[in-house]
C-alpha cells in the first residue's frame, strides 16, 4: 500500500568531525528531534542540521542517495553505517538532483540548526522577498541545447570526454553522473570552491562551446519567438 505520509532525508553535520564527513539518513519525525536523538557518547559534539528534503518518499530517496554516492566512488566511511566522505555541498547538490524529478519534494537548507528562510524573518526581515520563493530555474538538461543522447561532451577542466547518457547525466569509465557531482569529483584540487558547489553546465563544453552558454542562447532565442 502506497504511503502519504511525509518524511526527512536530512545530511548532517558534525563539529567533530572533518569538514568533508556527512551523515546521511531518514526520518519519520522532524529532523531537530533526530539530530538530538543522535546526541549521545559516541560522538563528542551535537550533530548539526545542513539541510533536509521532506517528502512521502523518505524512504526510498534515502537509499537513492546512498546508492549515487556509493556510484561516484568508495565514499561511504563504512558499508553498514550512514556516514560518506562527501562535502556537504555536494551532498545537498545529490539530494537537489532527485528532488527535481520528485513532485512533493521540498527542500530546506539550514543555518545555526533553524531553516535559512526562518533565520531571514528572525533577523527582521519581513519583506515580501523574504517570504515569496524566486521561481526555481529548471535543471539543465541536454535537450535543451539539442544534444543527443550517444553524443560526447568534454569537461573543461581536464579534456576528459564523457558520453552523454541520458537527459540529465554522463558515462565515463562504465559509470553514470549527473553532471555537477561529476565537477565535484574530478575537478582538480587546487579549481575547487570554499563552498564546493558547482553549476555543471558551466564546467562542460560542446564542439567548443560551453554548455551554459548554448543554453543562455536558447532562451534568448525563445524569448524573441515568443514576444
Given at each position: 500500500m502506497k504511503t502519504t505520509e511525509q518524511g526527512y532525508v536530512y545530511i548532517l553535520t558534525n563539529p567533530s568531525f572533518k569538514e568533508d564527513w556527512v551523515k546521511i539518513?531518514?526520518?519519520?519525525?522532524?529532523?531537530?528531534?533526530?539530530?538530538?536523538?543522535?546526541?549521545n557518547t559516541a560522538v563528542p559534539l551535537p550533530f548539526e542540521i545542513f539541510a533536509t528534503m521532506k517528502?512521502?518518499?523518505?524512504?526510498?530517496?534515502?537509499?537513492?542517495?546512498?546508492?549515487?554516492i556509493d556510484r561516484l566512488t568508495d565514499l561511504r566511511i563504512r558499508q553498514n553505517r550512514e556516514f560518506f566522505n562527501v562535502s556537504p555541498q555536494m551532498a545537498l547538490e545529490i539530494?537537489?538532483?532527485?528532488?527535481?524529478?520528485?513532485?512533493?519534494?521540498?527542500?530546506?537548507?539550514?543555518?545555526?540548526?533553524?531553516p535559512k528562510i526562518a533565520n531571514k524573518q528572525h533577523n527582521g526581515d519581513s519583506s515580501e522577498a523574504a517570504h515569496t520563493p524566486k521561481a526555481k530555474r529548471p535543471r539543465f538538461k541536454f535537450?535543451?541545447?539539442d544534444i543527443k543522447i550517444g553524443e560526447y561532451v568534454?569537461?573543461?577542466?581536464?579534456?576528459?570526454?564523457?558520453r552523454v547518457a541520458s537527459d540529465d547525466s554522463v558515462e565515463y569509465e562504465g559509470r553514470i553522473y549527473?553532471?555537477?557531482?561529476?565537477?565535484?569529483?574530478?575537478l582538480p584540487n587546487d579549481m575547487h570552491t570554499p563552498s564546493d558547489s558547482y553549476q555543471g553546465a558551466n564546467y562542460f563544453y560542446y564542439?567548443?562551446?560551453k554548455l551554459k552558454d548554448?543554453?543562455?542562447?536558447?532562451?534568448?532565442?525563445?524569448?524573441k519567438i515568443t514576444k
Open positions: 539518513g531518514k526520518s519519520s519525525r522532524p529532523v531537530d528531534v533526530r539530530s538530538k536523538e543522535l546526541d517528502t512521502c518518499k523518505f524512504a526510498e530517496v534515502e537509499k537513492l542517495v546512498h546508492k549515487t539530494l537537489r538532483d532527485i528532488a527535481s524529478t520528485i513532485d512533493d519534494a521540498l527542500i530546506e537548507e539550514y543555518e545555526n540548526n533553524i535537450s535543451m541545447v568534454t569537461f573543461g577542466p581536464t579534456g576528459i570526454e564523457v549527473k553532471l555537477s557531482p561529476f565537477v565535484g569529483t574530478f564542439k567548443g562551446r548554448l543554453r543562455k542562447e536558447k532562451e534568448t532565442e525563445k524569448k
